[in-house]
């Protein structure tokens, strides 16, 4: 049928409109892509060029140099030295067990340590490097970045590992670093991410531990670019971390690394304290050991070694060590008893050899007794018998106070591991932790540094510190900080409230024990008058006598095993007329203080010349065998030096 005219326009007109509607709604499609395409390659160009760039890119973190340590006078004692390592990367290697292969055709891998690092790598997230071998050779490094193209994830690497160039003189006080731990992790509850990297190396005991965070730094980072295989291509961006802080002790080298040295292979300790500052110039610990086999990974022989010997060279005994300070504690009954009243200058109590308190006999070291005796001949003689007359007087909790005032029974706050408060008793201590009254025959045991008392060889040299000053000193081990001083100047420290008088009246004492003919310990006497010291000999049993022994003689100490044998403890102060320096000694088993106090007039002349001494500050019978000692531990010991006093 044939379309009229009308009919043909009407249909013209809606097919131009449908092809309008068509072509507007392409148009517009085609511009909206366009405008995505705009947003996408225009606006949003930066965000993806970095996506782009991520996938080609490592962020890496760079560990910091670790702060180093110093003696007083700026001797290295921690420091850091380049090492050679290999580590791998498991996302960047692909096939690790592949790689590993290749890679011991260059290197030789120790087992262990290969081990070591495959069970790192299986914890640990895929992008951390992991240490596969260290301390090699430089022809090993050599090897291994001549072949890094055959070698996707590896990378060779000059890190710095930690050394110890004194070691054995200052392991307890510096302490060690070590790999971290999990349970290290444990402890922290939001770890930096230096502590994620596999083997990366904290302080475990010591000043590396206890200022671990200012040792440690701030991580830096890295931008490599890397191939389809992950090998590093090359270094984009680097960005430096901040190094740890250096950290300067109040310790000398010399006079720390003699004391170890005199120590020799005694179980003991000594402290060696400025009267007026409070900084420690030596603390030692003997036996001691090399803290470098730990940051290398001790062996299990070595480590065993160390833990199954009986003088236990892994413990600070200067610090965490407790011992009851037998007759060093008299100065703190006597002071106790002069503030109280009860005592003075005049007062005499009469020694048999024994008193009876409550049916039973305490006997004095002096089996016939010493007759009368007032206090400084008590002290000077170490009258067991007018302390306890005084403790009865004075009573346990006034001595006790006394004792803390001194500097015993009190936490020091030196950055060293495991510090001892150590036991000063009261009444109300044995009813809380034993759960039994106090008895009056706890008061006199307290009286002769026996029964419960327990005390550190740093207290004892705190003691005799602020008996020494009359001011109450506090030890102090960190001397500065990035240089910048820590220390507190003698000027700032407070006064010992205690009266000044009675403090003379105890260092008088102490001069006698060393000066006077009837002097404990006047047979290790200093003869020239510019340097004599006052002292106290100690001696603290560590087995019960009993009734039948003492009616049949007591044993000998030299008669039995080591381990049941009487400490041996010495404390002193020189020069008596201007005091310089505290001195501590507790000989562990030592058979009293015999063993302790020729020791600690070694210690005081060395401490007080800045080096040997001349031998006429000896007593003439002794100068030979103290040249021959001498002599005998600078051989011994390279780190001596040579002496710098040959004078007669």
């Not at 003991?268 to 470098?292: Q, R, Y």
């Not at 022989?301 to 008299?330: C, F, I, M, W």
């Not at 100065?331 to 050899?353: R, W």
Request: with cysteine; glycine share 8%; net charge neutral.
């Amino acid at each position: 049928m044939k379309r009229t005219a009308a009919e043909t326009a009407a249909s013209h007109n809606r097919l131009s409109r449908r092809a309008l509607l068509l072509g507007g709604a392409q148009l517009g499609f085609m511009g909206l892509l366009g405008l995505r395409m705009r947003y996408l390659q225009v606006d949003q160009a930066d965000e993806f060029r970095l996506l782009a760039e991520e996938n080609r890119i490592n962020v890496r973190l760079i560990p910091p140099a670790r702060g180093e340590i110093y003696d007083r006078n700026g001797v290295t004692i921690a420091a850091n030295e380049p090492s050679y390592r290999i580590t791998i990367v498991r996302e960047d290697a692909g096939d690790v067990g592949e790689v590993i292969g290749r890679l011991s055709t260059l290197i030789e891998l120790d087992d262990t340590a290969l081990n070591r690092a495959m069970t790192e790598m299986k914890r640990s997230p895929p992008f951390l490097p992991v240490t596969v071998a260290e301390r090699i050779s430089w022809e090993e490094m050599s090897r291994v970045a001549v072949n890094a193209p055959a070698l996707p994830g590896v990378t060779p690497e000059v890190g710095l590992s930690r050394v110890y160039p004194y070691g054995v003189d200052f392991a307890h006080v510096v302490g060690y670093v070590g790999p971290v731990s999990d349970y290290d992790l444990s402890k922290i509850e939001d770890p930096d991410q230096l502590l994620l990297i596999p083997r990366f190396q904290i302080g475990k005991v010591g000043l590396e531990a206890k200022r671990e965070e200012k040792l440690r730094g701030k991580a830096g980072t890295k931008q490599v670019e890397v191939n389809a295989v992950g090998r590093v291509m090359r270094e984009l961006d680097r960005r430096e971390g901040q190094t740890g802080d250096d950290l300067q002790i109040t310790v000398d080298q010399k006079l720390q690394s003699y004391i170890q040295a005199r120590l020799g292979d005694e179980s003991a300790a000594a402290v060696v304290m400025d009267c007026k500052t409070g900084e420690i110039l030596a603390i030692n610990s003997a036996p001691t050991f090399d803290p470098n086999l730990f940051v290398r990974g001790i062996s299990v022989a070595d480590y065993s070694t160390l833990t199954e010997n009986d003088h236990r060279p892994l413990a600070t005994k200067s610090v965490q060590g407790t011992y009851p300070p037998g007759s060093t504690y008299k100065m703190v009954v006597a002071l106790a008893a002069l503030e109280a009243g009860v005592i003075d200058s005049k007062t005499t109590y009469y020694c048999s050899g024994k008193l009876k308190v409550s049916n039973r006999d305490f006997h004095c070291w002096k089996r016939g007794g010493h007759g009368h005796m007032n206090l400084e001949g008590a002290l000077r003689e170490s009258c067991d018998v007018f302390f306890y007359e005084c403790a009865l007087e004075v009573g346990i909790e006034k001595i006790t106070e006394m004792a803390n005032r001194l500097g015993l029974g009190v936490k020091h706050g030196i950055p060293m591991s495991a510090v001892a408060t150590g036991l000063t008793p009261t009444k109300g201590w044995k009813a809380r932790n034993i759960d039994q009254d106090w008895v009056i025959g706890d008061t006199v045991n307290a009286s002769i540094g026996q029964g419960f008392v327990l005390t550190s060889p740093l207290q004892l040299a705190v003691m005799t510190a602020r008996l020494a000053s009359g001011k109450a000193v506090e030890p102090q081990l960190l001397k500065s900080i990035n240089g910048i001083d820590q220390t507190v100047p003698a000027e700032d420290v407070p006064d010992l409230d205690v009266n000044p008088n009675h403090l003379r009246m105890v260092r008088q004492a102490m001069f006698a024990v060393s000066n006077h003919r009837k002097g404990t310990a006047y047979s290790q006497r200093i003869i020239k008058d510019e340097v004599r010291l006052a002292g106290k000999t100690g001696t603290s049993q560590v087995r019960n006598i009993t009734a039948a022994e003492r009616r049949a003689g007591v044993i000998r100490n030299e008669d039995l095993p080591w381990e049941r044998r009487d400490h041996g403890l010495f404390v002193n102060f020189a020069p008596y007329n201007d005091p310089r320096i505290a001195v501590a000694v507790v000989v562990e088993h030592g058979g009293g203080s015999k063993a302790a106090t020729p020791i600690a007039r070694d210690i005081t002349l060395q401490a007080l010349y800045d080096g040997d001494p001349p031998l006429d500050a000896y007593p003439s019978k002794d100068r030979n065998r103290i040249k021959s000692q001498q002599e005998r531990l600078r051989l011994e010991n390279p780190s001596l030096g040579s002496s710098g006093n040959d004078r007669a």
